[in-house]
């Protein structure tokens, strides 16, 4: 989903102001928008649970279309994201979740539901979120970089939408299918969905 933009009304409305007070450009964390003077971040995520954000919020240009057709050509796709954070509301985060994906048609083999996001493996992981593609690449795990405000700073191959996201994966499927022998490439996705 575009978290940043689609999350920005929600943001607004949770902090009484209108949308065109708060910046577009916002790094992780959401510091531009002075999220810590509402209750900082956990509460704001609970908001976007209490308000069904993960469930109404549109997925990312062409997404869906790309990862039904790498479906289709026996790439095995893996759902990697920590929502669980919020004690008491783990079941509706899950929840969400799931239902979002359904709704928007995205195939996935698995969904973990995981903080620490190298210990799942897979052959390719697609990430936004820096710590993430940090920890990532200190584990030796290939990562393409999921372009957004928060992570321009990180040198690394880089996407910045979903047709080119399916342009590598196929690339690299048939890199794995020829080296292994391999019916299927695991991609991990994590919150660029």
Request: aromatic residues 10%; glycine residues 6%; hydrophobic residues 40%.
């Given at each position: 989903?575009?978290?940043?933009?689609?999350?920005?009304?929600?943001?607004?409305?949770?902090?009484g102001r209108s949308?065109?007070?708060?910046?577009?450009?916002?790094?992780?964390?959401?510091?531009?928008?002075?999220?810590?003077?509402?209750?900082?971040?956990?509460?704001?995520?609970?908001?976007?649970?209490?308000?069904?954000?993960?469930?109404?919020?549109?997925?990312?240009?062409?997404?869906?279309?790309?990862?039904?057709?790498?479906?289709?050509?026996?790439?095995?796709?893996?759902i990697i994201t920590?929502r669980l954070w919020?004690?008491?509301?783990?079941?509706?985060?899950?929840?969400?979740?799931?239902?979002?994906?359904?709704?928007?048609?995205?195939?996935?083999?698995?969904?973990?539901?995981?903080?620490?996001?190298?210990?799942?493996?897979?052959?390719?992981?697609?990430?936004?979120?820096?710590?993430?593609?940090?920890?990532?690449?200190?584990?030796?795990?290939?990562?393409?970089?999921?372009?957004?405000?928060?992570?321009?700073?990180?040198?690394?191959?880089?996407?910045?939408?979903?047709?080119?996201?399916?342009?590598?994966?196929?690339?690299?499927?048939?890199?794995?299918?020829?080296?292994?022998?391999?019916?299927?490439?695991?991609?991990?996705?994590?919150?660029?969905?």
């Amino acid at each position: 989903m575009d978290y940043y933009g689609a999350m920005k009304p929600y943001a607004a409305a949770w902090m009484g102001r209108s949308p065109e007070t708060l910046p577009d450009d916002v790094s992780y964390g959401f510091k531009e928008w002075e999220i810590d003077k509402f209750g900082g971040y956990d509460s704001l995520h609970q908001y976007l649970l209490d308000n069904r954000f993960f469930v109404d919020a549109p997925p990312m240009a062409d997404a869906p279309e790309a990862l039904r057709r790498l479906s289709n050509e026996n790439v095995r796709i893996r759902i990697i994201t920590h929502r669980l954070w919020i004690k008491g509301a783990h079941q509706e985060a899950a929840s969400q979740t799931v239902e979002w994906l359904d709704k928007n048609d995205i195939p996935y083999w698995d969904l973990c539901f995981v903080r620490d996001k190298p210990v799942v493996g897979a052959d390719l992981y697609i990430e936004d979120t820096s710590k993430n593609i940090i920890a990532l690449r200190e584990a030796g795990r290939p990562t393409i970089i999921f372009t957004n405000l928060g992570n321009v700073t990180l040198p690394g191959r880089r996407v910045s939408d979903w047709i080119e996201v399916e342009r590598i994966v196929r690339d690299e499927h048939k890199r794995w299918s020829t080296n292994r022998d391999a019916e299927a490439g695991l991609l991990a996705l994590g919150r660029t969905e």
